[in-house]
């Protein structure tokens, strides 16, 4: 933002980038001027017991690139439908996933997974905001911290979300002083990619208000 020569600018984040876009707006309030979350990590304990365990594991150096390197290697070698059906398990997803999950976003994702430097940015990412205790029933909650929040924050949320349920978006609205709740309904996890038209909506509308 200092490079832009931005003092302000409103964040949007999803999953842990909705966790990264948080931690900005609690740590450097003066510069986030408006706040969006979609479907974010710390705001309550993971309802899939897997992936809470997930971002435990990650956490753990060797282990962390060892599943990344993993994740990796899956997607080089699995199938397509293979690739969108466990999507579909892991995030809930009950839209279109040929449609949603597109060979062309596929490509992007190898592309992605391929590379050093994001995998090293992800674990980094992950490893600084989320405690290796949650590999053992803990978790990193921040909800004690949203009311710190002064700003305008509007959350999105996919009504079958199975990772974050929609119990979270619910107690922490509550808990932010100037706070919306958007509900997708026949959305998981990644409402931005199963029901894009009405997601861009909420959003459009909040950010020109």
Known sequence: MEDRGLRSAALVGASLGGRIALEVALE????????????????????VRMAQMAYG????????EAVMR???????????????????RYSGATSDLNRTMDNIYLDDLREMYATDA???AYLSTLRSLVNPRSLFGGHHDVTQRLNELKIPVQLIWGADDPLFPLAHAERASSLIA???????????????AERPEEFNRVLHAFLDR
């Open 57 to 64: 594991l990650v956490t753990i150096p060797r282990v962390g």
């Open 178 to 192: 100037r706070c919306r709740l958007a509900v997708i309904d026949g959305a998981g996890h990644t409402p931005q």
């Open 28 to 47: 450097q309030p003066k510069l986030v001027r408006k706040l969006v979350l979609v479907n974010t990590l710390g705001l309550g304990r993971p309802k």
């Open 118 to 120: 994001f995998r090293n």
């Open 70 to 88: 993993f994740t990796r290697d899956a997607l080089t070698w699995a199938p397509a439908a293979m690739v969108r059906r466990v999507a579909a």
